[in-house]
């Protein structure tokens, strides 16, 4: 997520008004003026897409499974798209645990119904 003005800013030195609009409209508002959590979704969920069809037309053709490194804020999101989440409206939504440094967590798609 781009934090904007706020990027890389210790937590502790953003003003609390600042936090606070972002709570009360966590999914859609840009905090620091940059991007919202919705917005990382979104992104997040495209490249998830891409990867189920890349692995799907591997899968035919003998079978690969895809694998992401990235940081904390993305696995979060894709922990939520792999739960066929694409919007949410509440830091509440958002998930807590992450894998720390060096570890990894597999993600699988959803079942659709």
């Known amino acids: 997520m781009d934090f904007g003005q706020w ?18 409209d966590f999914g859609d508002h840009r905090f620091g003026g940059a991007e ?5 979704l979104a992104r997040v969920a495209a490249a998830w897409a891409d990867a189920q069809q890349a692995t799907q037309r591997a899968t035919q053709s003998g079978g690969q499974d895809a694998l992401w490194i ?41 079942s659709r119904p």
Not at 15 to 22: C, E, N, T
Not at 79 to 103: D, E
């Open 7 to 24: 990027e890389g800013v210790a937590w502790a030195q953003v003003p609390r008004a600042a936090v606070d609009a972002w709570l009360a």
């Open 36 to 40: 919202s959590a919705n917005e990382v």
């Open 70 to 110: 990235t940081h904390a804020g993305v696995i979060r999101a894709a922990s939520l798209v792999a739960q066929g989440v694409q919007r949410i409206t509440s830091a509440s939504q958002w998930p807590l645990q992450a894998p720390a440094y060096g570890q990894w967590r597999l993600l699988q798609q959803a």
